[in-house]
């Protein structure tokens, strides 16, 4: 069964208490979870989850009609056989597609950490592509205006973590559009490392940057679409977006990403696989200091080390007990990034039990023991890790000598306050 524009209409007065504040046009509301599956031309498994893109699909893109769209993705936006979503909007009449906005790393992802592809045109199509990475307000809202486009649709694959940069390019193009009267649809996608709760400091404003610029938990716990609920509602309520969101079908609070059925596509290049997400949350935050978070190795965030670490340290984290991982010596030599051609020593990260697994508290006890084991250890002299972190706190605790579960005591008020403002945009149980 698909959902028809009617139907979409129909169901605004359900999805306002989440927060979605207008749509596309005259249709108010996201488009709900009651959509049929999308055919498939390869035909993969029948329980697998839909994502919003495909429930666009299933409606015959209603929701766009009439629009002037421009599409705001990377790589990871494609179909469940591994077609671009960019080339199929492009080919279908059914939508006016007339730009691309790229986000970091780019459109097509040829850009590493801290860059962009620069504006120009897509090769395979011809369509106008935009460079957003680093602009925000009027800056961005005149982009969207030379562009000449109605609505913006948002579909990027996140990894769920406040510092991963795509959701802060949500965040930016929601308020662009909003002040240059443009509609936003935000096509959602799984959180690959599930959503049953949120982790970690909540962002302090002092801290706000371009890896976090409003008040969430490091570990957010939401998939794209319920963020954009939270943004519109709590952080952009003086001048909300006309937004709509798609939702998927069959995802669950509980999935990790292997069980969702759907084809991976690393959504930028150093988070090459699903198990790299697992751990980015937590072993991120060395790139707040002197150490390797193991870019320019075939596993980055999963070793992470320096020039002279030794086994001391992964005994250390070992020790502490932390549900769901187990801690292993480990050695690599970097071919790019911090240390390049040098062996360092460290610690590998093996999840055993996902469900257990806190990648916050993994990152916290990690950084307490390698200041503890090793005497090179140093924090970024710019005190990077007070943005990743989201307050200063985190690092002034590890440099009185407190304990995971100090620091994570810490945090606590700050992050059940969050979580109670997260349970009210939550769309999937």
Same mark, same amino acid.
């Given at each position: ?19 979605? !504040? &207008?749509?596309?046009?005259?249709? @108010?509301? @996201? ?20 994502? %919003? ?7 015959? /893109? ?29 080919? #279908? ?27 120009? +045109?897509?090769?395979?199509? &011809? ?5 957003? /990475? ?15 486009? #109605?609505? $913006? ?17 949500? /965040? ?11 509609? *936003? ?14 982790? &970690?400091?909540? !962002? ?8 976090? +610029? ?26 909300? $977006? ?19 059925? !759907?084809?991976?596509? @690393?959504?930028?290049?150093? $988070? ?30 999963? *070793? ?41 020593? &460290? ?24 200041? +503890? ?30 304990? *995971? ?8 008020? %700050? ?8 349970? +009210? /945009?939550?769309?999937?149980?």
């Amino acid at each position: 069964m698909t959902l028809s524009r009617r139907g979409l209409l129909g169901l605004a007065g359900t999805t306002g208490a989440l927060g979605t !504040l &207008g749509a596309v046009g005259a249709a @108010p509301g @996201p488009a709900p979870d009651r959509v049929g599956p999308a055919p498939d031309r390869a035909g993969p498994a029948a329980d697998r989850v839909r994502t %919003g893109f495909e429930q666009l699909a299933a409606d015959g /893109y209603a929701l766009l009609a009439g629009q002037r769209v421009g599409v705001v993705t990377n790589p990871t936006g494609i179909t469940a056989d591994a077609r671009h979503l960019v080339d199929v909007l492009h080919a #279908d009449a059914r939508v006016e597609l007339v730009a691309v906005f790229g986000p970091e790393h780019g459109f097509r992802g040829t850009a590493q950490a801290g860059g962009s592809e620069g504006t120009g +045109r897509d090769p395979a199509t &011809g369509l106008p592509v935009y460079d957003t /990475y680093g602009k925000s307000g009027q800056k961005l809202a005149d982009v969207f205006t030379a562009a000449g486009i #109605d609505t $913006v649709v948002f579909d990027i694959q996140d990894v769920g973590a406040r510092f991963y940069t795509y959701i802060w390019t949500l /965040y930016d193009c929601m308020r662009a559009a909003a002040l240059a009267g443009k509609a *936003v649809v935000v096509l959602d996608r799984p959180n690959p490392v599930g959503g049953r709760r949120a982790a &970690g400091p909540v !962002l302090e404003a002092a801290y706000a940057s371009g890896v976090g +610029r409003e008040p969430v938990a490091l570990a957010h716990g939401m998939t794209v679409a319920e963020l954009a609920l939270l943004f519109n509602a709590e952080f952009l309520a003086s001048k909300p $977006v006309r937004l709509s969101t798609v939702r998927m079908a069959g995802w669950r609070r509980d999935s990790f990403f292997g069980t969702t059925g !759907l084809p991976w596509v @690393p959504p930028s290049p150093n $988070v090459p696989t699903p198990d790299t997400a697992l751990a980015y949350a937590g072993t991120c935050l060395f790139e707040g200091t002197n150490l390797s978070e193991g870019r320019g190795t075939t596993t980055p965030f999963e *070793v992470v080390g320096a020039e002279g670490a030794d086994r001391r340290w992964a005994e250390a984290a070992q020790a502490l007990g932390l549900p769901g991982v187990w801690f292993r010596e480990a050695y690599f030599t970097p071919t790019f990034s911090k240390f390049t051609g040098k062996v360092c020593g &460290g610690v590998r990260l093996i999840v055993h039990d996902r469900a257990a697994f806190d990648p916050v508290r993994a990152g916290i006890g990690l950084l307490v023991t390698a200041k +503890r084991t090793w005497s090179g250890f140093a924090w970024r002299t710019d005190h990077w890790i007070d943005q990743l972190t989201g307050t200063d706190r985190v690092r002034k605790m590890i440099d009185a000598g407190a304990g *995971v579960e100090e620091i994570a005591g810490d945090w606590a008020a %700050g992050l059940e306050r969050f979580a109670a403002v997260r349970g +009210r /945009y939550l769309l999937y149980p």
